[in-house]
């Protein structure tokens, strides 16, 4: 079945189109277009903001400690910022909430990552559960919702340009609309 802009689907219950121009000349924009205009941007910016939420209850509850680098585990790798590299995933041992010693990694790895065995740094933990830690600075806890922000606001200006484009095609049918109806 091909499908055309403004056709319509036998049994699907109403018409289904993107664009389309009705016999007198005004012209409609279906929601569904609507929605693929402002998808990508509202998706990365619904990213965005739910990792923001995730780091800010993370910090509200986060203690704070000085790690002890216990070892560090390292492989090779490629990404595309470093290229093929050499990463570090340093695992840290700190007092927990309880009083009792444990250990933990951050839960990535990194080339900025090669800490000396015995090197002592700050690190943030959740203090009812034994899981990875973070560090406690910008980049680890910021960058990421940063940069995934950034990459829904540079998305959003296509967006804006395409439904600037649609509401003026819109405009000009009726406005085609209007002149021809009032000659009838």
Known sequence: ??????????????????????????RQVGWRLWVLVFVLPA????????????ELIFLDRAKAAQGEVVRVSEYESWDPWHGEAT?????????????????????????????????????????????DVQLNDFRFQWLLPLIIAAIGLITLLPSLGGAWWLLRWQRAGATAAGSTGGER
Do not use: C
């Open 1 to 26: 079945m091909n499908l055309w802009l403004g056709q319509h689907l036998p049994h699907s219950g109403g018409e289904y189109y993107f664009l389309r121009t009705l016999p007198d000349g005004s």
């Open 43 to 54: 998706v990365f910016l619904a990213g965005a903001l739910w990792l923001t939420f995730v």
């Open 87 to 131: 990463f570090y995933s340093p695992v840290f041992r700190y007092e927990f909430s309880d009083g009792s010693m444990t250990e933990a990694s951050l839960g990535e790895a990194s080339p900025e990552r090669n800490y000396e065995v015995g090197s002592r740094h700050e690190i943030l933990f959740d203090p009812t559960l034994k899981t």
